[in-house]
């Protein structure tokens, strides 16, 4: 699969995870993927079981930022932001792409925190 098809792939997955179209937003797995959450131990064996999963999360997201994809190849990693009832969920997903579709993702998900003030003085604040 070229770049520019993954691309688009991915690009289609965001949109429907935002918009929550559930079938859409599979479409990019393929049936026997696997799906890694490091953070806790979980593993999700298959496209079915990882889109019940997702289907039956009690809270839906309230907002959806891509920040930014990057990618060479069959490995390609998306930088987002889900916001969860008023709290930001900064993510990383990390895919590996065969035949087109997507065999493998590991998504880390970081909290939030209160910047040093000890350090203020080199950094610039984003929002």
Not at 13 to 25: I, K, L, Q, R
Not at 39 to 64: D, T, V, Y
Request: charged share 25%; proline share 5%.
């Amino acid at each position: 699969m070229k770049e520019e098809q993954i691309r688009k792939a991915l690009d289609a997955h965001w949109h429907a995870s935002a918009v929550g179209d559930v079938n859409a937003e599979h479409d990019i797995y393929a049936d026997d993927a696997i799906c890694d959450y490091p953070q806790s131990g979980e593993r999700i064996l298959g496209r079915n079981n990882l889109q019940a999963l997702r289907s039956h999360h009690p809270g839906k997201p309230s907002g959806f930022n891509v920040r930014r994809i990057i990618g060479a190849g069959e490995l390609w990693v998306t930088e987002y932001i889900i916001t969860y009832q008023e709290r930001p969920a900064y993510t990383v997903s990390i895919m590996e792409f065969s035949n087109g579709k997507v065999v493998h993702e590991t998504q880390y998900f970081a909290d939030p925190f209160e910047a040093p003030a000890w350090r203020s003085q080199w950094v610039q604040q984003r929002k």
